[in-house]
């Protein structure tokens, strides 16, 4: 059984291919710029060289099938059992499902919560079911690590006949890396209680017991929780009331300066809003970088304060994804003055920036530790394990 992971994103795709029997990487390939005339493409089958070239890469059809391409020097339609998707939300519906025109319909249901993920994922769904006709598309969504959160942490203080009409409630997002988190820190640390921290251009903290998630930052939207590079994470509903009126804003206004002009880039005016980028102008003495850090870093040490308490303590808190793998300084003042909760960081193993590993002091009560997460891997995991069940 060999199955091949799609992972689209707003200007880039990338996919690999997964022998099922070991969860060995078989084929993998990135394509970076599409739709610009010096895009990349780079693939890689087992044991081979790396190919790279530079192109124009018109639009997402043409990247998918030049991949597909590739991977026929090898592999034909044949060889795959099913393309796999790290689709996003959709109402009514979490798990891991076949892509069916039902599935598909209750994705476009909660588009608006999601628009830019779900579009990428409609998007390369639909050419794969074009390219891939004979193959079976499967998503693994994004919310379903978190199915198991109580009422009590998932539910918000609205008229309950709008959560039961509308599925107004906390989903949370991020599920595979924090599921790879978990299932990680338990193998190297025999972690059951541990603090996911996924903080990159898209951040979130988990809190999970015994390889389940309790507890997570996001919401019913990727918009709750923390800040992000571009999207505003937590805010007062009625703030962004009062700023509709007063700037005379529509819906779309609104969707767009919460979707596109907040978080890291709202603070900082760094358009990026990408933490290196941040972290450079900071050196720089900019203050509005610093106080966009500063902001950052406040909310992720607050959820983390948080989740000690749902958690009664942790065994582990890990730091995954660009930031929270790559930034010493980020993941220094994060864990800053929290030795009387058991959290005390090792400043020389935290500077060597391990890439995977433990950075606490040996006097620290809580671990602290870098694990890079493997998405990819989660969902093709759930889908053998979907199609085993199915076939």
């Not at 909660?110 to 993920?117: D, F, I, M, N, Q």
């Not at 599920?175 to 193998?187: F, Q, V």
């Not at 809580?366 to 069940?389: H, M, Q, S």
Request: include cysteine; proline fraction near 3%.
């Amino acid at each position: 059984m060999k199955i091949l992971i799609a992972n689209p994103g707003s200007t880039s795709y990338k996919c690999k291919l997964y022998d099922a029997g070991n969860m060995d990487i078989l084929f993998q390939a990135v394509v970076e710029k599409i739709g610009q005339k010096d895009a990349i493409f780079r693939f890689a089958f087992k044991g081979d060289k790396e190919i790279k070239n530079v192109l124009e890469i018109k639009d997402y059809f043409t990247a998918v099938n030049m991949t597909l391409k590739a991977l026929s020097e090898k592999y034909s339609a044949n060889d795959i059992s099913a393309v796999g998707f790290k689709t996003v939300h959709a109402k009514g519906i979490s798990g891991c499902v076949e892509l069916t025109n039902d599935v598909i319909e209750a994705m476009k249901e909660y588009r608006p919560l999601a628009p830019v993920h779900t579009d990428v994922y409609l998007t390369a769904i639909s050419i794969f079911k074009d390219l891939l006709d004979t193959v079976p598309l499967v998503g693994l969504f994004e919310t379903h690590f978190h199915t198991n959160i109580p009422p009590e942490a998932y539910m918000y203080g609205i008229p309950y006949e709008y959560y039961e009409k509308h599925g107004i409630r906390k989903y949370g997002f991020h599920g595979a890396s924090h599921r790879y988190i978990a299932l990680r820190a338990k193998e190297l640390f025999d972690a059951d209680k541990v603090i996911s921290c996924h903080l990159g251009g898209s951040s979130s903290v988990c809190a999970i017991k015994n390889g389940v998630s309790v507890d997570t930052s996001m919401g019913m939207s990727p918009q709750c929780g923390l800040i992000n590079a571009k999207r505003v994470g937590d805010l007062d509903s009625y703030a962004l009331l009062y700023l509709m009126q007063k700037e005379n804003l529509s819906i779309d206004d609104a969707i767009e300066i919460l979707m596109t002009k907040g978080g890291l880039y709202g603070i900082s005016g760094i358009k990026s809003g990408d933490l290196r980028d941040i972290e450079t102008e900071m050196d720089k003495g900019n203050y509005r970088a610093k106080l966009a850090f500063d902001t950052f870093v406040y909310n992720v040490k607050r959820y983390i304060g948080e989740y000690l308490a749902i958690l009664n303590g942790a065994d582990c808190i890990v730091f995954t994804a660009g930031g929270g793998q790559n930034s010493v300084l980020l993941r220094k003042k994060i864990t800053e003055n929290m030795e009387n909760l058991g959290v005390i960081l090792d400043d020389r193993k935290n500077e060597s920036n391990p890439k995977e590993g433990l950075i606490s002091s040996d006097a620290s009560p809580v671990k602290i530790a870098i694990i890079p997460t493997n998405e990819e891997f989660i969902v093709a995991n759930e889908v053998r394990n979907f199609l085993d069940k199915n076939n």
